[in-house]
């Protein structure tokens, strides 16, 4: 097991070393674990496509490149949760930039399927990604307990949708 994952099951933070409570804790669970999701879609889709980690550039100039590099940007931002206390604010805006580096790999599967049912995945796939900005909007900060519940179900939705159009495995 990691250190991070024993650190998640103890409830504890990296940066203060002492329990991790409250509402800030619990935001950063919902936050953390739709932007896993959303980067485990996003990976499971360029796999399918056969784009490969090392198409990420810092000025990516191809639809390969930029689904890369979303992905690269997102992992670091992820791993940054480890690294400090929860800030419902700062990890929804995490969620949000998983959910769009997934939307930019969907729109690179979309355009490479051509079927019915990668349009499906590609729309499930902005939706999750509207969902998860309006969560960590300025109005709502994270902390918004309806807007984050929507953008877990429209995570959900889109999972399900990538799984449908073959991208994810089940």
Not at 105 to 124: C, I
Not at 134 to 153: F, T, V
């Amino acid at each position: 097991m990691s250190e991070s994952s024993t650190r998640e099951q103890q409830g504890t933070s990296t940066v203060q070393g002492t329990p991790a409570a409250g509402p800030e804790a619990e935001f950063r669970k919902t936050h953390a674990a739709r932007a896993r999701s959303a980067l485990a879609r996003a990976e499971a889709t360029c796999r399918h496509l056969g784009i490969e980690r090392h198409e990420a550039t810092l000025v990516p100039k191809s639809p390969a490149g930029k689904a890369a590099n979303a992905i690269r940007l997102s992992e670091r931002t992820l791993a940054s949760l480890d690294e400090s206390a929860p800030d419902p604010a700062a990890d929804a805006r995490c969620a949000r930039n998983a959910a769009a580096a997934a939307t930019i790999a969907a729109q690179v599967a979309q355009a490479h399927d051509a079927t019915e049912l990668a349009d499906a995945a590609h729309q499930a796939a902005l939706a999750a990604s509207v969902a998860a900005l309006e969560a960590a909007s300025a109005k709502a900060l994270g902390r918004d307990a309806h807007l984050n519940a929507e953008a877990s179900n429209a995570e959900a939705a889109a999972c399900a949708a990538a799984t449908a159009a073959g991208w994810l495995e089940p």
